[in-house]
């Protein structure tokens, strides 16, 4: 029996693409293609698929919560993400989500089928390029959620006063806060720290 594959991705050229990409393969069968993640696990309920490539930024419910519901409905639902967006942040907290692969779509065919027959397999995939994003920042400390909500906060253009208003702390709690943000990024300056959140990852809804 071939490998069932369902794409779920709002890009209506890419789940196209993909599925010319495996219409060759005798191992391969593109079951179904959506253009959401609610619509994609509906699709699922329906078609049980082998292997679901799922994106990670969609309108709606984005890829992780996708894949936390799927995997909490259907335990042995094999998914990967598959995105434009590189980042240690994404890749772990992808697979933290049940994810068993993160592919780039910028990948070639071959790593493609490689991917979608190892997962299939029971193995894991992770691209090469998001595995060295992985490997860089490995061991840094992570940002707390406090710190990781103070980021955010800084990222819609809020000045400390008005942080700390809206977190009911003290303007010096917020420096504090601040200091330890750069420091684990390794920047100087809220713009680079909020550069760096969104390149690695840890900042998503900017680029939603």
């Not at 391969?28 to 698929?49: H, K, Q, T, Y």
């Not at 590189?86 to 890749?91: P, T």
């Not at 008005?162 to 684990?184: M, N, P, Q, W, Y």
């Amino acid at each position: 029996m071939p490998i069932r594959v369902l794409t779920i991705d709002d890009h209506p050229v890419l789940r196209e693409g993909i599925a010319a990409m495996l219409s060759n393969e005798s191992d391969i069968e593109v079951v179904g293609g959506e253009s959401n993640a609610e619509a994609g696990l509906d699709a699922f309920r329906r078609l049980l698929p082998d292997i679901t490539l799922m994106d990670l930024q969609m309108p709606g419910m984005g890829g992780l919560e996708g894949v936390r519901t799927l995997r909490g409905e259907y335990t042995a639902a094999r998914v990967v993400i598959l995105t434009t967006f590189r980042g240690d942040a994404n890749a772990r907290d992808s697979i933290a989500a049940g994810a068993a692969g993160y592919l780039l779509k910028s990948a070639l065919r071959d790593e493609l089928l490689d991917c979608i027959r190892k997962v299939h397999a029971g193995g894991r995939y992770v691209s090469a390029e998001v595995c060295a994003d992985v490997a860089t920042h490995l061991g840094n400390e992570l940002l707390t959620p406090r710190e990781l909500r103070i980021l955010q906060l800084l990222s819609e253009g809020k000045e400390n006063k008005r942080v700390a208003s809206d977190l009911g702390i003290s303007i010096e709690t917020v420096k504090s806060h601040v200091s330890r943000i750069f420091e684990k990024l390794g920047c100087h300056n809220r713009t680079e720290a909020i550069r760096i959140g969104i390149r690695r990852g840890i900042l998503r809804q900017m680029t939603q």
